[in-house]
């Protein structure tokens, strides 16, 4: 059974005697993804530079195995933090290119 009501502060909807309260869309857009994209972007800029050097570090480390040297893996870190770099420079201009 589903009972939906509508109050100042928002919806609340009643489903199997569980309460559903969501606050009113104050954006004119009225797109409700919207919130969870932008963080889903955030969270991608987050974590963009700690994960390529993480990648850059082990595929180094396993380069300095095989080869015997020493020297690769530090090379892998500098490039995947330059990764990193690019990636949040590349989501930052898109999500600007956005609000545009």
């Known amino acids: 059974m589903r009972d939906e009501t509508a109050h100042e502060w928002g919806t609340r909807i009643i489903y199997d005697g569980i309460v559903f309260a969501m606050p009113k869309n104050k954006k004119k857009d009225g797109n409700p993804m ?11 800029l987050a974590i963009a530079l700690p994960i390529g050097c993480l990648v850059g570090f082990l595929f180094g480390t396993w380069l300095d195995h095989l080869f015997h040297q020493n ?10 933090a330059v990764g990193g770099f690019l990636q949040i420079i590349r989501t930052a201009f898109s999500y600007l290119k956005k609000d545009e």
Do not use: N, R, T
């Not at 020297?71 to 995947?80: D, F, P, S």
């Open 34 to 44: 919207g919130d969870l994209v932008k963080a889903e972007s955030m969270i991608q």
């Open 71 to 80: 020297w690769i893996g530090i090379a892998g870190i500098v490039l995947g």
